[in-house]
């Protein structure tokens, strides 16, 4: 089992950054692959980002590549989602999640998730 806590998240301006963080319980941590996914109001949740086990392998969504970056301390039990050159339409609820196995971009693989933090981007 793997529980998850995200926080970082609140309001900022557009082309401002913001750090997500998850924390994650369980012995087997490492073994998983972890995702950030997102959803605005009236949209149905989507893929953000990424990353592998090993930390080795990372994906992204062509709407955020080149602006987020995902990693992973194991050590720590954490993963982060850093957000740069954010936009009004990242504004969203953002939610980690886990699997074991490699990344995938579909939401159903994810057995687990954590509650969500708000992502608001002013224009």
Do not use: H
């Amino acid at each position: 089992q793997v529980q998850l806590l995200e926080s970082g998240g609140g309001l900022v301006q557009a082309g401002g950054s913001l750090r997500l963080s998850c924390a994650a319980s369980g012995r087997t941590f490492s073994m998983y692959a972890m995702g950030w996914f997102r959803q605005a109001p009236g949209k149905e949740r989507e893929f953000v980002a990424g990353i592998g086990w090993s930390g080795g392998r990372t994906d992204y969504a062509d709407s955020v590549k080149g602006r987020f970056i995902i990693s992973r301390d194991k050590a720590l039990n954490q993963v982060y989602l850093l957000m740069n050159s954010l936009k009004p339409e990242d504004t969203a609820v953002y939610y980690c999640a886990a699997r074991l196995g490699g990344i995938t971009n579909s939401e159903n693989d994810y057995p687990y998730w954590g509650q969500g933090t708000q992502v608001t981007v002013s224009s």
